[in-house]
């Protein structure tokens, strides 16, 4: 009997500029698709995934996707909220004080938030893995770039939809063992086997509603 937990390392919330994704909304997708974990990751903020747990703590997992002056950090089981724009090792010096689990996202894309080779090889060693299937990439070998560098660095990776609408939710996830925790995490998380597929690109066109709506509401 296969008792591997189907989860989705990154997804967003309307608490992300780019998302209209209501908590009530993001929860009953993954209840459909039969997901047994998210890691909610709204960019620079906790707003959504802590009231996203508070509605569903069985199934929600607090995250963060924070904007570095380099490039993106994908973080799971934060506690306390880290701002945009610090430098990468200022970033992750943040998320280990507080025992977070850090990966890197969508590394090689071509999107804002991408790596440079050298600053991406500057912050290897001190990551616990890095993003190597996002089911959003815009550049069609990004993903293999990814896998590529984390096999050469002794990286596990992580996988996610990089849902910004409900639909989106579970299109990619890694199969795991149950785990406890940020440290139970880490001890499993090289067990993890990759699944799913890539997006539609329209589904771009998605994030730039909600950008446009968000503005002429303001």
Request: aromatic share 6%; with cysteine.
């Amino acid at each position: 009997m296969n008792t591997n937990l189907r989860i989705d390392f990154h997804t967003h919330t309307i608490a992300s500029k780019d998302s209209l994704t209501h908590p009530e909304g993001l929860i009953r997708a993954c209840r459909r698709k039969g997901l047994d974990r998210i890691v909610v990751t709204d960019h620079n903020t906790l707003a959504g995934a802590l009231e996203t747990r508070k509605l569903a703590p069985d199934l929600v997992i607090v995250g963060e996707e924070i904007k570095t002056t380099r490039g993106e950090i994908l973080a799971a089981f934060v506690t306390e909220e880290i701002p945009g724009k610090l430098t990468p090792r200022e970033t992750i010096h943040r998320l280990r004080d507080q025992g977070a689990f850090i990966s890197v996202s969508h590394p090689f894309d071509i999107r804002s938030g991408a790596w440079a080779l050298e600053d991406l090889l500057e912050i290897a060693p001190l990551v616990d893995a890095v993003e190597v299937f996002n089911a959003r990439i815009m550049k069609p070998d990004a993903n293999r770039l990814a896998v590529e560098f984390a096999r050469r660095h002794d990286l596990p990776g992580t996988a996610g939809s990089d849902a910004h609408a409900a639909f989106e939710v579970g299109i990619a996830c890694l199969l795991l063992p149950p785990f406890e925790g940020p440290d139970g995490l880490r001890k499993v998380v090289r067990q993890g086997e990759v699944t799913g597929h890539l997006s539609s690109p329209w589904v771009h066109f998605v994030s730039r509603f909600a950008v446009l709506r968000k503005k002429i509401r303001v």
